[in-house]
């Protein structure tokens, strides 16, 4: 399995822009397809965004499109989520997840590893 630590999180104003970035152990990282979710105080964890094992494909939530953009770099063991023009709405604690598996991670039942989560607040 997978180890994953995400950081890079904090308090943006809305509008403004962030990246979170996951640091992942293991020398088969490359094989794992990986994935941002998110969770909102007294919501369910939803699908964010996911990347495919090589990184030339990527498949987001409807929520996100055209102002979240997930990305990998496997010669360092990283996957980040840039996130620009954020909204309040984007508040929440952002998790890495991984899966190895062929084709995306879209459902929590898919992840085989967590990340502890990285909080991004958006104020008003």
């Known amino acids: 399995q997978v180890q994953l630590v995400e950081s890079g999180g904090g308090l943006v104003q809305a509008g403004g822009s962030l990246r979170v970035s996951c640091a992942a152990s293991g020398r088969t990282f490359s094989s794992y397809s990986m994935a941002w979710f998110r969770q909102a105080p007294g919501k369910e964890r939803e699908f964010v965004a996911a990347i495919n094992w090589s990184g030339d494909s990527r498949y987001n939530a409807d929520s996100v499109k055209g102002r979240f953009t997930i990305s990998r770099d496997n010669s360092k063991n990283m996957v980040y989520l840039q996130m620009n023009s954020l909204k309040p709405e984007d508040t929440a604690v952002y998790y890495c997840?991984?899966?190895?598996?062929?084709?995306?991670?879209?459902?929590?039942?898919?992840?085989?590893?967590w990340g502890q989560g990285t909080q991004v607040t958006v104020s008003s």
């Open positions: 997840a991984a899966a190895n598996k062929f084709g995306f991670i879209k459902t929590i039942s898919d992840v085989r590893s």
